[in-house]
């Protein structure tokens, strides 16, 4: 079982910045590849970035490409998401998730791939 929890969501201003993290318990936190998802009222969850266990390589959705960037510190057991430029349609309620380090790259943005879930951090942008 891996544990996760999420922190630093809050109300930002559009167009300024804030750093979402997720702490992992409970197994070896550098064999698991580690994604953040989101999901806003009324929508379905979506894909916003992932990185491998590594950290040699990341996936971005496009939405977020080049205002986001996911990050991991193996010896925090710690996975960061840091939002940028932010928008108002980023507001959501902000998940990470981990799955096995076996796992394809190119699937890394489907939530089913995923095994494992946090309870989630909620952003709020205001404009």
């Known amino acids: 079982q891996v544990q996760l929890v999420e922190s630093g969501g809050g109300l930002v201003q559009a167009g300024n910045s804030r750093r979402l993290s997720c702490v992992a318990s409970g197994r070896t936190f550098s064999r698991y590849n580690m994604g953040w998802f989101r999901q806003a009222p009324g929508k379905e969850r979506e894909f916003v970035a992932a990185?491998?266990?590594?950290?040699?390589?990341?996936l971005y959705a496009d939405s977020v490409k080049g205002r986001f960037t996911i990050s991991r510190d193996n010896a925090k057991n710690t996975v960061y998401l840091q939002m940028n430029s932010l928008k108002p349609e980023d507001t959501a309620n902000y998940y990470c998730?981990?799955?096995?380090?076996?796992?394809?790259?190119?699937?890394?943005?489907?939530?089913?791939?995923?095994?494992?879930w946090g309870q989630g951090t909620q952003v709020t942008v205001s404009s």
């Open positions: 990185i491998v266990w590594s950290g040699g390589s990341t």
């Open positions: 998730a981990a799955t096995g380090y076996k796992s394809n790259y190119y699937y890394l943005g489907k939530p089913d791939e995923y095994d494992y």
